[in-house]
């Protein structure tokens, strides 16, 4: 199966799509552009992505630098768990309507600090995997880099048609402690996201 | 549709009720979940979000209230300013108290959170875990110690013998995994206590990496559902110079105890760390939260204020509109009732007092019906009736006329004429005499009254006989008169007729009849005896029989005259000129020695329907018995006068008779035309009757009396017929007839 790969970057606002989130996260994103904040400049990067097809699974290499603020840092100093994840969409182009959904995933981590240890601990909230790290960059890195991420069966692939593969990283603000959300909604400092990184796939 | 859907939806307390239980539970919802109950901390901003959105809502419901409260103010509607007053007033009510508890609930919770966090707890904790830090790092510099023993044994052994010994290493040390690892991580060989275990634990990259640094790596590692472990990785040397160095890997686990404590010790810390990290935060949910639940409080106040105005003020409105619809003549408005409450009780009263009101009012209608049906039945009555009958109020108005009285006096006033009398007399002047009994009646007399009226109007000569009543009543007929007429004109003068026709019958039964034998019987005497006798004698019965026949003759004659007066009267009436045939009489008397006439005559006068025979009779009557008063009376003068009188609606032609003579004897006067009433030695005393006779059949009328300076005076008055309508030049007036002040 011969397929061609062509990677993309499309700006930001044109792609902001929550995916699989509960009902509420859009009314509160509504609720945070109503608020007319200025939008913060993306705090994440993703790069390195590379997908290809083995053995009728399409697997995903990305790396996502995660560059956080002085308050996200301070918080999670002060033994605040900080969540992190990453949203992968594939969708299928169509011409004449609105792009169909094929998968849409979600790649949960959630970070924080021991004291007692000194070391960052890193869970992979879908595997429940459990690292720990005595630096922060390393936790970081371990986090960002997908490495073989499994991502699609080829069967859901058909051939002629347009792929696109999106991706984005961001700070889930839902999960951080309850009286840090309303604060977190409308300051610029805590709203962590990468731009949606887009992932022509036409096999 | 669908907007008064919504609208009945969302009027009305319920839904606010709802809205505000349902704003109160999550308010509830999201305190707790500002208090890190797990349940609704996955709700928080779910929750947040809708509250806000809900006092969005309450706002909007709110701002059309006031909306909708300012422009009825503006337009005045009933009630608008008395709730504008009652919503400032429950307002004020509402937030004052409100916003004290707000500000006093705000600083305790500042300073409840504030004194959550106490630095001396921190410095413990942090004592507590650096404790507990200390404690463990003693532990793993006595197990690097025991793995460096461990390093130094193995690195004198190969791979292969190396994997014999790890097991009984482990076995020896109290590692729960012991492993051996070339540097890219691969295992050589390894043991773990746990039989179940397939693969050890493997370190990370970025400790294999530090190691291929050349650094060992000793520390402590919270492992998921383990518990606290001590990882130990060292660089084991290869006994083979060219082979690569080794890695030991060791795990050890933290005695239990130790372990749990330290773990507590970490968990209040880190929990400790958080909270105060979140403290601000914290602060700004709590305040949040109040201030949302101030907001619900004071919105959901705000708006009960609305409502309970407009739920207080509706009924007053009510009464308002009520009233202006009973002012207006509304009795038929009904409030609905707003309660059972004060209030109610008035509403009830207001209805009772317009249901009472509109019953009034029907029975007033129903009887001012009845009158009125009353009062037509009376009016159909009254013009049925024969008779005039005229009411009159207690200032002599003349209030209700019949049309019977108005066909009499020939008026046309309609039912409620509303004139005084004098005013009638004024508008109608041949009514004075009618107008000056009745005045004369009111004025003197209170009980029922009789009297006899003559008139003299268009309709000619007129007798009423007028009787006059007071009404008695009460109210407004009090004082009033009534007073019944009837026109006995023609019943007097056919009792007249019939009366004379009876003297005329009984002169020829009992006079007339035994008068020709008489006059037979003297006639035969004459002319038996009167050769006979001798001449004395013979002249003596003459004279004798011709005074009895001439005598009789008299006496035929004088029953004839009775005869034709009582005859009643069969008038040749025609359109004569009254001033023409006057003239023709009046110069039969030219010559005359006894008497001079003179005749004024007006130049205009009306022809007139009369019978020109009678006419005539009527002025030689009128002259004789002039000539027949004035015997003895030297150079008697007589002065005829005719002219055409016209006052308002009545038309008649009068004449006056003045002589210079003796005049009528006083105690005559008022019986000159009845016959046999005369002062004179000579006549039959039918002059005058037949004189009246005339008149009163051609519908006239006259009177006598005396002149200021000695003589008689008769006038009469002939009506004049409207005959307006036709030619004046042929009958109006007469051409010939305009002689003035002649001499006869």
Redesign the interface.
């Known amino acids: 199966m011969g397929f061609t790969t062509l990677a993309l970057k499309k700006p930001a606002v044109t792609r902001r799509r929550a995916l699989g989130h509960?009902g509420?996260r859009r009314?509160?994103l509504l609720?945070g552009l109503l608020l007319a904040l200025p939008l913060q400049a993306a705090e994440f990067f993703i790069t390195g992505v590379h997908i290809r097809p083995q053995a009728n699974v399409y697997l995903l290499d990305a790396n996502v630098d995660y560059r956080f603020t002085e308050e996200a840092l301070?918080?999670l100093d002060?033994?605040?768990p900080l969540t992190l994840q990453m949203n992968i969409e594939i969708q299928r182009k169509r011409k004449w309507w609105l792009d169909a959904e094929v998968a849409s995933l979600q790649q949960r981590y959630r970070l924080q600090f021991?004291?007692?240890?000194h070391?960052y601990?890193l869970?992979n909230i879908n595997s429940?995997a459990?690292?720990?790290?005595?630096?922060l960059s390393?936790a970081l890195?371990?986090m960002g880099s997908l490495h073989n991420f499994p991502l699609l069966d080829a069967q859901l692939i058909q051939e002629g048609e347009n792929y696109e593969v999106l991706l984005q990283a961001e700070l889930d603000?839902?999960a951080l402690?309850?009286?840090?959300?309303?604060?977190a909604?409308i300051t610029p400092a805590w709203r962590l996201n990468s731009d949606w990184y887009t992932w022509s796939l036409m096999p | 549709m669908v907007l008064d859907a919504l609208r009945r939806l969302t009027s009305g307390p319920k839904p606010v009720l709802l809205l505000f239980a349902l704003l109160l539970s999550s308010l509830y919802m999201m305190s707790a979940a500002t208090q890190n109950s797990a349940i609704f901390g996955r709700l928080y901003s779910l929750l947040l979000a809708i509250n806000i959105f809900a006092l969005l809502l309450l706002l909007a419901l709110i701002g059309r209230h006031l909306a909708s409260l300012i422009s009825r103010y503006r337009q005045r509607a009933p009630g608008s300013r008395l709730t504008v007053r009652l919503v400032i007033m429950f307002v004020i009510l509402a937030v004052t108290p409100i916003s004290v508890l707000y500000y006093f609930s705000l600083q305790f919770l500042h300073r409840g959170i504030d004194s959550w966090f106490d630095l001396r707890v921190e410095q413990a904790l942090e004592d507590a875990l650096e404790l507990g830090r200390t404690s463990l790092d003693s532990r793993l510099r006595e197990l690097r110690r025991q793995s460096r023993l461990q390093v130094e044994s193995l690195a004198q052994e190969s791979d292969a013998t190396a994997r014999l010994r790890i097991n009984d290493m482990r076995e020896r040390s109290e590692a729960v995994e012991l492993t051996l690892l070339d540097l890219n991580g691969r295992i050589i060989s390894s043991s773990t206590i746990d039989p179940s275990t397939v693969l050890p634990t493997m370190p990370s990259s970025a400790i294999l990496q530090q190691l291929r640094r050349g650094l060992d790596y000793a520390a402590l590692e919270p492992i998921r559902d383990r518990g606290l472990h001590m990882r130990i990785v060292m660089l084991v040397p290869n006994p083979d110079p060219l082979g690569e160095p080794r890695l030991l890997h060791a795990l050890y686990v933290v005695p239990e105890r130790l372990d749990n404590l330290a773990t507590s010790v970490q968990a209040a810390f880190t929990q400790y760390k958080e909270l105060a990290f979140l403290r601000k935060p914290l602060k700004y949910s709590f305040t949040l939260t109040l201030s949302l639940v101030l907001l619900l409080s004071l919105l959901t106040a705000v708006w009960a204020a609305f409502f309970s105005a407009r739920r207080l003020v509706a009924p007053i409105s009510d009464l308002a509109e009520g009233t202006r619809a009973v002012a207006a003549g509304d009795y038929d408005m009904r409030l609905p009732m707003p309660g059972r409450d004060e209030l109610g009780f008035l509403v009830r009263s207001f209805n009772e007092m317009t249901r009472k009101i509109a019953r009034a009012r029907d029975e007033a209608s129903i009887s001012q019906q009845q009158a009125e049906e009353q009062r037509a039945y009376l009016e159909a009555v009254l013009s049925c009736l024969s008779s005039g009958v005229i009411t009159l109020d207690e200032e002599a108005t003349l209030h209700t006329i019949n049309s019977a009285a108005e066909q009499i006096l020939g008026l046309e006033l309609g039912p409620s004429p509303e004139l005084s009398l004098a005013e009638l007399q004024q508008r109608y002047p041949e009514l004075e005499p009618l107008v000056e009994t009745i005045t004369a009646q009111l004025d003197h007399r209170h009980g029922t009254w009789q009297a006899e009226v003559v008139l003299f109007g268009s309709n000619g000569r007129q007798v009423l006989i007028c009787r006059g009543s007071p009404l008695r009543g009460e109210g407004k007929t009090q004082g009033e008169h009534v007073i019944v007429f009837d026109d006995v004109t023609a019943l007097i003068q056919a009792q007249r007729d019939a009366a004379w026709g009876e003297v005329a019958r009984r002169l020829a039964h009992e006079i007339k009849n035994p008068l020709t034998p008489i006059q037979l019987s003297a006639e035969r005497l004459r002319h038996k005896y009167l050769n006979t006798m001798p001449s004395e004698d013979a002249e003596v019965l003459d004279r004798a029989t011709h005074t009895i026949v001439q005598q009789v003759e008299s006496m035929k004659e004088m029953v004839k005259a009775f005869s034709d007066y009582a005859r009643p009267p069969k008038l040749q009436l025609e359109h004569v000129d009254l001033g023409r045939v006057l003239n023709e009489v009046l110069d039969l008397y030219q010559g005359d020695e006894r008497i001079a006439i003179r005749l004024d005559a007006s130049h205009t006068l009306p022809h007139i329907d009369a019978d020109v025979g009678r006419l005539r009779q009527l002025l030689h009557n009128l002259v004789k018995n002039t000539l027949e008063a004035g015997e003895g009376v030297s150079s008697l003068q007589l002065k005829v006068s005719i002219h055409c009188a016209e006052k308002d609606s009545c038309r008649f032609v009068e004449m006056r008779f003045e002589d210079n003579g003796p005049g009528f004897p006083e105690p005559l006067l008022g019986q000159l035309f009845e016959p046999y009433i005369t002062s004179k030695h000579k006549g039959s005393g039918l002059g005058l009757a037949i004189v009246k006779k005339i008149v009163e059949e051609h519908s006239g009328m006259l009177w006598a009396e005396n002149c200021k300076d000695g003589g008689a005076c008769i006038t009469l008055r002939l009506p004049v017929q409207n005959r307006r309508t036709a030619d004046p030049a042929g009958e109006y007036y007469d051409d010939e007839n305009h002689s003035a002040d002649t001499t006869l």
């Open positions: 509960p509420c009314l509160l609720f301070e918080a002060n033994g605040v021991h004291p007692l240890s070391q601990l869970q429940g459990f690292y720990a790290f005595q630096t390393a890195d371990a603000i839902e402690p309850s009286p840090l959300r309303p604060l909604y």
